[in-house]
Structure formats: C-alpha cells, structure tokens
C-alpha cells in the first residue's frame, strides 16, 4: 500500500510540475501549486484538459472583469449581503458543496451582471479552498419558487453555467432547477444547447420534494423543504476572514499571488525530513498540523496543503449517522467515465454513467468464483452468513416512523422506514408537518442514486399518500411483487383500478386503467396517473409479479422472475423515451417504486437481484452479500427471510448462465446439508 501511495504521489507531482511548466511556457506568471492542483484535480489530473480549463478560466475572469474584487464597498457588498447566493454549511451525500442560488431576490435591472458574477465567484472561491470541494465538487441549485419572469436573467444565467461547466476549477456535479415556472421552459430548452450532451444528464429541473431525490432533507435550507436553517451573515463573516487572512499571507509571501484567484492563495508545500509539511493559516489548530504526515488522517495523495482558512466551513449531515465511508472515493468528472454495455441484459438500456453520486458498489467476484464459494458454504454456510447480516444493529433512526400520527400508516408496528433515507412527501396539511410522511425508503441502484423506492403495500387509509409519492417523484414505474390476498389474509390494499376503463381517485389524482394484460407469472396494468386540479397526465406502468409466497422464494427458480425483472427494466426504459426531453435526470430514469406487503422481504430481493444482474453485466463480477448490506442500510431489515438470502446467490448463477458467464452451475447436494434443520 505504501509503494502505491507513493506511485500516486509521485504521479501527481509529475502532473503538477508538466501543469506549471505549460503556464510558464504561455506566459503566465504568480501562479501557486495550490492553484494549479485546484484545476489538475477539477480534470483527473490530465494536464492537457486542465490547462484548457485554467485558459479558459483566464478568460471568463477577464471578460467579466472578475480580477479585482472590493467585497467591503458597495455594489458587491450590498450584493452579498441580499443573500441571494450563497454556500450551505452542509454537503451532499458525496461530500459534494451545495451552492443556492435564489431567483426571487435577483432584480436585473438593480444590479449588473458584473457585480453579481463577483458576488458568485468570491464565494465560491472561498468555498473552493476546502480539499473536499475540490475533489467531490459542487452541487448548484436554481431555486425558482415564488419567482416572476422579472427576476429572471436569460444573459446572467447562461454566463453562470458557461463559467461553471467549463471555466471555473471546480467539478459541477449536478445543477438542480427548483420550482421552474410555466414561462421559463422555453429559455431553459435554449440553455441546455449550451450543456454538452453528457453534462445535460447533471442537470435537472425538479419540484421541491423532488430535490431530495438529489440531495439530503438535513442537508437542505427549510425554505426548499429541509431541516437547515443556515446563517448567511456567519457565511459572509467567513469569507470575510479568508479573504483578509489571504491578503496578508500574500503580503508575507512577497506579493506572489494569482492575479484572478485571489481568494484561493495557499502557502506553498515544503518538504521538510522527506515527509511534506505545510504551513498553518488560520483556524489551523496545532493538533491537525502535527497530523499532517503523522498517520496518514489528513493527508492526501494529491500532497494538498492545508487552507489558510477552515478547510471544512461544510459538513455533513446525511447517511449513517454521518457516516460516509466510501461514498465519495474515486470521485471523478464524469464526462469521460461512460462504461459500456455487455449482454443481453442491458437490450434497450444504453450504457450507464459511472459517477461517484450513484451508489456505486465496491468489491466483487467472478461468476465462477461466486459458483465455487456457493459450493463450498452449502445451504447451511450461506444461513450463517445471513445471521451474521441480521444480526447487526439497525443503521439508522425512526424517529418519524414513530410519531403518534404516523404510526397508524405503518402497515406493521415492526416494519419501519429510516429517518435518513425516507421519502418526504410535500405536506398536504399546512398545519399538520408530519402528512410529509409515507412508509417508504429511497435505495441505491447500481451506480445510480436513488434508483428505487422501497415502500410497504400501501393501505386504504394510505392510497392518496401511495400516489402522491408516485406523482411527486416523477415515477413511471412500479412493481408489485405480492397478491392483494395471500392464504385467506390481506397482504396489500387494491390500489388501483383491476379492470380495462376503471377509474378511482385519491386525494387530488384519478388513476384511470387504460389496459391490462395477464401472463402466467405476471400482470401488467397500463395506467393514466393525473392530478386533477392541472389536468397534467402520466402514464405509469404497473408490474404485479403473481408468484412468489410471502416469507418465501418463487417455487419454479429464477428464471421467470429474472425474466419479469427484464421487463421491468424495458418498461422503463420505454417509458422514458416517451417523456423525451421533459426529463432531464439520470439517464435510467426516476426512482421505481417497489412494494410487497412490508416491503422488505421479497422487495429487497428483487433489488438485489436487479443490482447484482446490472454490476455483472456491465463489470463482470458481483458482489450479493455486500449488496445486501448496502440495501438493509437504506430500507431496514430488507431481505427477510435466511432462504431469500439464498434465492439471491442462486438466481445470480441462473443468470449467469442465461447469458453465457458460465456454461453451467453443479449444485447437487446443496440441499443435502440442511435436510435436519427446521426452516
């Protein structure tokens, strides 16, 4: 591990170097290391892009006469303190900045592009000097609720998005358009011919209670739906400090500043006993700096000094408790990060985009390797392995699931759904906060955030609250892997209309059944979806899988269930062809709604299946344990019973088989060592 790190080291070094050395040779002078690894990290260290992205920055920061900045005289002090742009003390759940920019302060004809371009750049500038930012990027929301087409600036957003796609050292993971009006389609189609086809994916325009799909409720202000109240004053203090803090450094440096970043300025990196040291600036506490090098906890690979500010004015607020291990490794642009398609599986799909936003799974084995290892544990080894799994204590809170006024939509009193990853509903009640509640998880697909939602089979009393959800977060798809009524109980409510021409409506929408055709293992329902009060209209494809036993696996194998989960897929890929150019999210469409009864047992198998078929497919291995754990972390207790556990490695074999990664499985005897036990 050591000779890697300093492979790494030494490659980055080598990057940094070849980076100064083409500035110097285009004339470019006063520009630090810290700077120059700003925009090798904003481009994977490829010193060809990054010098492209510094020219390019030169350029915009000229041309918007963004050099100079006086941010403690009006116009820009005045320009700052509207609020109207500003950094949130949190992050997502990729340890990504979350940027806000408020439509319904900005008046055009009050202020120039120019004042409002420095008052962006400043704070971002400041923003950018903590190694996080740098490598796990920003998230940029355009917040449009309760704005007029007064308060929009075709010119200034447009200027916004060049700078931020391809002139400013930082990674624009996503930009999220909030609330975006009736008028502001038409300027938001032109926007998007300025968007590279690939970056379009990052961007999105989404209604308030869809932007939790992107970003974490306790990571986001209350007046965008979250639990935040941020202090804009405190931020501004902040800036404040770094800003004189990195005039006086530069003072001390003998003036060796870059001209256009002067914000960004960082002591220079010294080597002192072969280990790297840095200087200490400001709230730099002597403990931190006597880690540096020490253990290896606040270094890095690319030898970043640390800021001459608070390197982490962000925190985090999402998943696990605060945990985020692992969620943001290998962060990357992921402009050039398409991986491509294998087998059948993917038939109408298209390739999917690797990014560190999306869950994506570490680990893995061959097929043949999973083969051998199901061989070795037997029936008995994999039950072991289960216990193991369920064993452990849950990953998160239900403090919502528990509310008095809540507990009667919980379908069972023991099958609740996390605080952390649930699905915030819009309240239906102004008065009445806890109506944002649903008995629903979002879980993480395969490289894919948010891929699905995880709820129980909704209840009479809960119809409303099922379709709202679906309407909310644009769904186009829902499978259903239970009946209504199983051994004489009633294990989900009809929810929807059985019969061709049905219609009910719940709440505000009417659910009209357009078609309906039935197979040996399934059912699929057409629906039309539409809130009345708009007349607006979607159509939403209902998969009801009719085999598979509550607490139970499907008798006749894998195969048709694998078949049903390919269907699912093409479904939606149709389906979000039809939208065309009204979506603008993940290439794989928004979250599926997956239900059974409790939506757990035979609900966490399906997903399971679904990511570890999609890993194999596209990466060739897979890794069923480590997806269930991940799946039990978003959607707790999912995969209920020790013989689904077993059906997930089974069936990942029969696929395999299917489609070609293995010629066959010898699983005889596999039985054999569990005929004594109980279950």
């Given at each position: 591990?050591?000779?890697?790190?300093?492979?790494?080291?030494?490659?980055?070094?080598?990057?940094?170097?070849?980076?100064?050395?083409?500035?110097?040779?285009a004339g470019a002078v006063c520009v630090s290391r810290a700077t120059a690894i700003k925009f090798l990290l904003a481009r994977k260290f490829d010193v060809d892009r990054a010098f492209a992205l510094w020219r390019q920055h030169e350029a915009t920061r000229r041309r918007e006469g963004l050099s100079k900045f006086a941010p403690f005289e009006d116009?820009?002090?005045?320009?700052?303190?509207?609020?109207?742009?500003?950094?949130?003390?949190?992050?997502?759940?990729?340890g990504a900045a979350i940027a806000v920019?408020?439509?319904?302060?900005?008046?055009?004809?009050?202020?120039?592009?120019?004042?409002?371009?420095?008052?962006?750049?400043?704070?971002?500038?400041?923003?950018?000097?903590?190694?996080?930012?740098?490598?796990?990027?920003l998230v940029f929301i355009y917040d449009m609720t309760d704005s007029k087409y007064t308060n929009f600036d075709y010119e200034l957003s447009r200027k916004?998005?060049?700078?931020?796609?391809?002139?400013?050292?930082?990674?624009?993971?996503?930009?999220?358009?909030?609330?975006?009006?009736?008028?502001?389609?038409?300027?938001?189609?032109?926007?998007?011919?300025?968007?590279?086809?690939?970056?379009?994916?990052?961007?999105?325009?989404?209604?308030?209670p869809q932007l939790g799909v992107h970003v974490p409720r306790a990571s986001l202000p209350k007046q965008l739906g979250g639990q935040l109240e941020p202090d804009?004053?405190?931020?501004?203090?902040?800036?404040?400090?770094?800003?004189?803090?990195?005039?006086q450094n530069s003072k001390l440096d003998g003036g060796t500043i870059d001209e256009y970043v002067i914000s960004n300025h960082i002591p220079v990196v010294k080597p002192q006993n072969g280990i790297i040291e840095h200087e200490v600036g400001c709230d730099m506490t002597s403990d931190r700096a006597a880690r540096l090098g020490d253990n290896g906890t606040d270094m890095h690979i690319s030898g970043d000094p640390p800021y001459t500010c608070d390197p982490s004015p962000l925190r985090h607020t999402h998943g696990f408790n605060g945990d985020l291990k692992g969620r943001h490794i290998n962060s990357g642009d992921e402009d050039d990060l398409d991986l491509s398609s294998r087998g059948a599986w993917?038939?109408?799909?298209?390739?999917?985009?690797?990014?560190?936003?999306e869950g994506a799974a570490g680990g893995g084995e061959s097929a043949g390797a999973l083969a051998a290892r199901v061989r070795a544990l037997g029936r008995r080894g994999l039950h072991a392995h289960y216990d193991d799994i369920r064993a452990r204590a849950p990953a998160g809170t239900f403090h919502h699931a528990k509310l008095p006024s809540n507990l009667a939509k919980n379908r069972y009193t023991d099958v609740l759904c996390y605080d952390h990853s649930r699905v915030i509903l819009s309240q239906s009640d102004p008065d009445d906060p806890t109506t944002d509640y649903i008995n629903a998880n979002y879980v993480d697909g395969y490289k894919q955030k948010n891929a699905f939602i995880c709820t129980q089979g909704p209840l009479p009393k809960t119809f409303g609250d099922f379709w709202r959800m679906v309407w909310e977060q644009g769904t186009l798809v829902v499978v259903m892997t239970t009946r209504t009524v199983e051994r004489g109980r009633v294990k989900c409510g009809q929810y929807w209309p059985l019969a061709a021409g049905g219609r009910v409506q719940h709440g505000h929408l009417a659910v009209t059944t357009e078609a309906v055709d039935h197979q040996d293992d399934y059912i699929v329902s057409h629906l039309l979806l539409t809130d009345v009060r708009t007349e607006q209209s979607r159509r939403v494809w209902h998969g009801q899988y009719t085999r598979w036993p509550d607490y139970g696996v499907p008798g006749a194998g894998a195969a048709p269930v694998l078949r049903f989960l390919q269907l699912v897929r093409r479904a939606q890929h149709a389906a979000l062809a039809d939208l065309g150019d009204a979506w603008a999210g993940h290439s794989r469409g928004p979250p599926i709604v997956v239900h059974?009864?409790?939506?757990?047992?035979?609900?966490?198998?399906?997903?399971?299946?679904?990511?570890?078929?999609?890993?194999?497919?596209?990466?060739?291995?897979?890794?069923?344990?480590?997806?269930?754990?991940?799946?039990?972390?978003?959607?707790?207790?999912?995969?209920?019973?020790?013989?689904?556990?077993?059906?997930?490695?089974?069936?990942?074999l029969e696929y395999a088989v299917m489609q070609g990664y293995l010629e066959s499985v010898d699983l005889s005897g596999f039985d054999e060592d569990n005929d004594d036990e109980s279950e």
């Open positions: 591990m050591e000779i890697a790190f300093r492979r790494s080291f030494l490659k980055v070094l080598r990057a940094t170097k070849a980076f100064l050395d083409t500035l110097t040779e116009p820009l002090k005045a320009e700052l303190e509207t609020g109207k742009f500003t950094i949130l003390p949190t992050r997502d759940a990729t920019f408020t439509a319904n302060k900005h008046f055009p004809t009050q202020t120039t592009h120019q004042t409002t371009l420095q008052g962006v750049v400043y704070q971002l500038d400041v923003a950018l000097q903590s190694l996080e930012t740098q490598r796990a990027g916004i998005l060049t700078m931020l796609k391809g002139g400013y050292p930082a990674k624009l993971k996503k930009v999220l358009i909030v609330t975006a009006p009736l008028w502001f389609k038409a300027p938001f189609g032109i926007l998007r011919l300025f968007v590279r086809e690939k970056l379009r994916e990052r961007v999105h325009t989404v209604s308030a804009h004053a405190a931020w501004l203090d902040h800036c404040k400090n770094c800003y004189t803090n990195n005039l993917s038939s109408g799909e298209g390739s999917p985009t690797l990014s560190d936003e059974c009864s409790a939506g757990i047992g035979r609900t966490g198998t399906f997903l399971t299946l679904d990511i570890c078929a999609l890993r194999l497919a596209h990466e060739g291995v897979v890794d069923v344990r480590g997806t269930v754990e991940r799946v039990r972390a978003q959607r707790a207790h999912s995969i209920q019973m020790p013989d689904q556990y077993v059906f997930c490695h089974l069936a990942i």
